[in-house]
């Protein structure tokens, strides 16, 4: 499958490199944009599901990886105002590198 880090900035200034192990997150997120933590974490579910399920698909199991990525994001969402900003900083596929 091919994987993709995509690089947020949380509000606080902190920035982290999260994965999906599909490059679904280029349908979701667009780098540059700032979303409302809430709304990013909406467009994260999303994607980060629909990734999952890819995976379910082709090899019979849900991908633990965008799970955790998920559960990840909505923990560090917990600790900022829904509506402050999160901003894609950029998007990184392991294969073009």
Do not use: K
């Amino acid at each position: 499958m091919p994987e993709m880090i995509f690089v947020v900035r949380w509000p606080d200034g902190a920035q982290e490199r999260c994965y999906s192990p599909s490059r679904v997150v280029r349908d979701y997120l667009e780098v540059g944009r700032a979303y409302a933590v809430a709304e990013f974490v909406a467009r994260s579910r999303s994607m980060l599901q629909i990734a999952s399920d890819r995976v379910l698909a082709r090899r019979g199991f849900s991908c633990a990886g965008a799970l955790d990525q998920l559960a990840a994001i909505e923990a560090r969402a917990a600790t900022h105002d829904p509506d402050a900003p999160v901003t894609v900083v950029s998007f990184e596929a392991p294969d073009e590198l």
